[in-house]
């Protein structure tokens, strides 16, 4: 049942805690950046670690968990405010078992566990989007939207559309380990 | 569209047999089966179509606030602390003052904290720019606006007037609430009826004759005890004529007058942005106004039959976690359904593109469609993979439920089905879960040497083609938990539509169940099986829904005269 998804061995690096990464994707500011592990970066993908809070030291800008998808195309910018006079961006954390769909573009704060989210859609900046939540393709959350935990948000402006059920979170676990799982090189390559 | 599989819930009805899957209404009985829930006092599934719901907890869905349900009432289900929505748009509205710090990006004003800048205040959606300020509504402090808008919705003349009409009810509510809880500690379980219910129905059964009134329990005492107290109620005088008030709204030559000089769109307020207002809405979309959020609940529900809990879900509004969760996905294995051939074709493609060039991963979806394709007077073989979520091994055994008549052919008896299936005869067992096998990169595969022909329901088999060599009925796979199966389906020539068929899954598993065992079989599963008596069998059927696709007519060109 479990069909492979195929990648060329030479287009992903893989490190030692299992994340597979895009030579094809833009990773900027990587120092800033934690993948959690077993978390794939796909082709054409942009990570902006670069986008820091000022000051000196190390700073986490992008945190991504275990078990995440980034889709193809996608673009993961943190959020920018400007507060009492000073403009700063702010991190973003992400947990484990997220999936994001391809040509998605994100600027959440925080985004829980086990959170779908579809293609095409706009994350708005300092979202709050709680675990096992659902986003559906082609959706558009405006900035500082908060979506509450098992609710599946549609349209532009996304709304609530229903309560998802009480498996959600074993089934997007299962999903998003098999999906990682079916993630692999090419048969020749191996 | 890939094959799917749903599983039936009969919602107590009195036949256990599942609607023909050519109807379209069918479809309200078939569910995915992690959307359903298991009773194990009644060991049967329940759905969210015949679960009692019950409301465990409130909160707000944009400041997550746990609303006492003392306070939902006075706050009339609305969130009281600062979220609105966009009446134009449903966007969740930002408090911005009057006079934002110039930073030279228009665009960040809306993020701009509100506890900085001068009043007045007002409510900003960074959606659509509709701002309150457009239809009047400012504000001197930044907080607790809600209190000051719903003191606005409190006077409005329809919401007095419904004070007024609770009042005058608030006797009788109160009288035949007593008696109903009286009744619900006598035993008459599953009867939704409430105070409310009860009133509206009363005063409709009187005003409109020959209007049954709502009772379920019309034998019982407390309907007694309802007729009783319907003629103690005085008539109401409403305290305006609504009609004639010209409350703001309402129809009439104002609104006619309105539409004919309509010069854009915009200016009338859609249906939907209207019909979320409690209270008769204008039409001018001018006069829209903020609301305030409508709060969510948590819910617990309860199995129709028995009552028993079967989600409870934990009290903090966010968790996701449940105190009681008793899933069918739990009980019944997972089963699910491919077509090899399609699922060839897509490799193919998947294999091809990924040497070229990864970024086409979404056209792949489609091109494997069309060479998967059901073409008509072919045969083709499918699987079918269980997965057993059972800590004991279960024995399987499939049949399909009885072919109805298709619609309209009552006259035409002989009208052949578009399609056969032929699914394995004989049962086939599924090992039984164990966490190390999660997820394990066990290539290991077996293939089964099951008998493949034997007595396959008695019907006439049908001329194959060479693709049908290859064809498996029967295990085609066995590996941790899944065992994978194949069926075929035989298509006429004349087929038409989608291959849908109602299948019965019947499975065979140790019981753990002290009851009816004479021999006293207590403890684990596993422990019983060690002892030298037979294990106690006990058997669950349930009824699917398979549908592998639709069928592509045989010849594209021939085009039916009469159409
Ligand atoms: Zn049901
Ligand atoms: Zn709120
Ligand atoms: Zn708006
Ligand atoms: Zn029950």
């Known amino acids: 049942m479990d ?188 | 569209m890939t094959p799917s599989i749903e599983y039936y819930c009969p919602c107590l009805a009195a036949s256990p047999h599942p609607p023909p899957p050519h109807l379209p209404s069918s479809t309200y009985s078939f569910h995915p089966l992690h959307n359903l829930f298991f009773c194990e006092e009644c060991d049967a599934v329940r759905c969210n179509r015949c679960v009692m719901v019950e409301v465990s907890g409130y909160y707000c869905p944009n400041c997550l606030f746990e609303v006492p349900s003392a306070s939902v009432r006075a706050e009339k289900n609305r969130c009281a602390r600062n979220c609105f929505h966009c009446p134009n748009c449903r966007n969740t509205l930002t408090v911005v003052p009057s006079d934002p710090p110039d930073d030279g990006d228009a665009r960040m004003s809306p993020i701009v904290s509100s506890t900085l800048g001068e009043p007045p205040f007002f409510l900003y959606c960074n959606h659509c720019r509709w701002d309150s300020a457009e239809v009047g509504i400012t504000f001197e402090k930044p907080t607790g606006l809600a209190a000051q808008l719903q003191k606005f919705e409190d006077s409005a003349p329809e919401s007095l007037e419904f004070e007024r009409l609770k009042e005058h009810f608030e006797p009788f509510l109160r009288a035949s609430s007593s008696s109903s809880s009286a009744l619900h500690s006598a035993a008459a379980h599953h009867v939704h009826t409430n105070p409310i219910t009860a009133a509206a129905s009363s005063a409709l059964a009187r005003d409109i004759p020959g209007v049954g009134k709502y009772n379920p329990l019309s034998r019982s005492r407390a309907g007694r005890d309802k007729h009783a107290h319907k003629n103690d109620i005085p008539d109401y005088k409403s305290r305006v004529e609504v009609a004639s008030a010209g409350i703001n709204a309402g129809g009439g030559e104002a609104d006619v007058d309105f539409m004919c000089r309509l010069e854009t769109m915009s200016e009338v307020a859609a249906l939907e942005q209207r019909w979320v207002s409690s209270w008769v809405a204008s039409l001018h979309s001018s006069d829209l106004k903020p609301l305030r959020i409508p709060l969510q609940s948590k819910k617990s529900k309860r199995c129709p039959s028995c009552r028993h809990i079967l989600i409870k879900p934990e009290q903090k509004a966010q968790s996701v976690r449940y105190k009681i969760k008793l899933v069918a996905a739990n009980y019944l294995p997972a089963i699910s359904v491919s077509l090899p051939h399609a699922q060839a074709a897509v490799e193919m493609m998947k294999r091809s593109t990924a040497l070229n060039k990864s970024a086409a991963a979404t056209t792949v979806d489609e091109h494997g469609a069309s060479a998967g394709a059901l073409l008509a007077g072919k045969t083709y073989s499918f699987h079918l993979a269980f997965t057993n979520p059972l800590y004991d091994p279960i024995q399987v055994r499939l049949k399909k439920a009885q072919m109805m008549q298709a619609p309209g052919a009552d006259g035409d008896k002989t009208r052949r089905p578009p399609f056969q299936v032929n699914l394995p005869s004989s049962p086939f067992p599924v090992a039984a879960f164990a966490e190390a096998w999660e997820y394990e990169d066990d290539e290991e595969v077996m293939f089964g040497l099951e008998e493949d022909e034997g007595d396959l329901d008695g019907m006439g088999r049908q001329q194959r083609d060479g693709r049908s060599k290859t064809r498996t009925l029967g295990v085609v796979e066995k590996r941790a938990n899944v065992t994978v199966v194949g069926g075929e389906v035989i298509l006429t020539k004349e087929a038409r539509g989608r291959v849908k068929f109602n299948m019965l899954v019947s499975y065979t598993y140790r019981s753990d169940d002290p009851d009816g065992a004479e021999e006293n079989v207590t403890g684990t599963p596993s422990r019983s099986h060690a002892s030298s008596k037979a294990p106690e069998l006990k058997n669950f059927s349930f009824y699917t829904v398979v549908d592998l696709g639709l069928i592509v007519p045989r010849e594209e060109s021939r085009i039916d005269p009469d159409i």
């Open chain 1, 3 to 190: 069909v492979p998804i195929y990648y060329t061995r030479a287009e992903y690096i893989e490190t030692d805690t299992g994340n597979k990464v895009s030579r094809r994707a833009t990773i900027a500011g990587p120092q800033n950046i934690i993948l959690g592990g077993k978390t794939i970066i796909s082709s054409g993908a942009i990570i902006r670690g670069d986008l820091r809070r000022t000051g000196p030291g190390h700073a986490v800008v992008i945190s991504l968990g275990r078990y995440c998808l980034i889709g193809e195309g996608c673009v993961m910018r943190p959020p920018y405010k400007t507060y009492r006079g000073n403009f700063n961006y702010y991190p973003m954390k992400i947990g484990d078992h997220v999936h994001i769909g391809a040509n998605t573009i994100v600027e959440a704060a925080t985004i829980g566990n086990h959170v779908e989210i579809g293609k095409n859609c706009v994350i708005g900046k300092f979202t709050i989007i709680k675990d096992c939540a659902k986003i559906a393709d082609n959706t558009m959350i405006p900035p500082n939207t908060v979506i509450p935990a098992l609710s599946l948000f549609a349209g532009s402006p996304g709304r609530f559309v229903e309560d998802l059920p009480e498996s959600t979170q074993e089934m997007v676990e299962a999903q998003t380990k098999q999906y990682y799982t079916r993630f692999q090189p090419l048969p020749s390559e191996r």
